[in-house]
């Protein structure tokens, strides 16, 4: 079975400061990982996904993460946090279960970020 | 620039009555699926389905039921409402599910208020 962790409910940084969200992952099989972005009132978007081609893996708005299989993590990073990034940040887990794809999400992170 | 059409956007319900949140793509994507979101545990599967007549139970089945006449409509229905299920529901679809790479694209969500 697959499941998810994001270790931080909330994460408050300045702007022009680095952004870290910290993801862990439990799946039987190799998975497929995806950052989700979710700003007020708003659906969720892409922000990013690993599709085993490279572990460094860079998304939209300057955001990347980093798949490191023996950590079993998928942090989101991004060097210099813009007000525009306050939002709720979602990684999710998608792997084959008994015959199906099944997406499972992390509880989510609201990052906040102060002038 | 469609994509995935969710309405109504807000809805307030009283106990017992019933309803149809509806989702609708435009990608002639075969994967819909619903989850619903709640404070603090990320994103639930509700139901899905793999094509136009089949659909199976996710997480939460419970209280909801779903159908899938054409591959364009997958709508969630509430038998009889309760405040349990006040939460904000989001439709996803996406290409083939045995494609674990692919990306799920979400509607805006339904805010559904139960009293």
């Known amino acids: 079975a697959q499941s998810v962790t994001q270790l931080d409910s909330h994460v408050s940084v300045s702007e022009g400061t680095p952004v870290l969200l910290r993801c862990n992952y439990s799946?039987?099989?190799?998975?497929?990982l995806f950052w989700y972005v979710q700003h007020p009132n708003k659906g969720l978007q892409l922000l990013l996904k690993?599709?085993?081609?490279?572990?460094l893996v860079k998304g939209i708005n300057g955001f990347e993460a980093e798949f490191k299989k023996s950590e079993t993590s998928f942090h989101l990073t991004k060097p210099s946090a813009h007000m525009s990034d306050a939002a709720e940040y979602f990684c999710?887990?998608?792997?084959?279960?008994?015959?199906?794809?099944?997406?499972?999400f992390g509880s989510g992170t609201r990052l906040q970020v102060q002038p | 620039n469609a994509g995935v059409t969710q309405t109504p956007k807000f809805q307030v319900l009283k106990t017992g009555q019933s309803m149809t949140l509806q989702c609708a793509q435009d990608m002639n994507h075969e994967y819909m699926s619903w989850y619903r979101q709640d404070p603090g545990m990320g994103l639930r599967l509700i139901h899905y389905s793999v094509g136009a007549g089949i659909t199976d139970q996710g997480e939460v089945p419970n209280g909801y039921n779903v159908s899938r006449s054409t591959t364009e409509d997958f709508p969630l229905r509430l038998l009889s409402a309760a405040p349990s299920q006040t939460s904000v529901y989001f439709c996803a679809s996406s290409s083939e599910e045995l494609d674990l790479n692919t990306e799920a694209f979400f509607g805006q969500g339904t805010r559904l208020t139960v009293v």
């Open positions: 999710v887990v998608s792997e084959l279960n008994t015959g199906r794809r099944a997406l499972t």
């Open positions: 690993y599709t085993s081609a490279a572990t």
């Open positions: 799946s039987s099989y190799s998975p497929s």
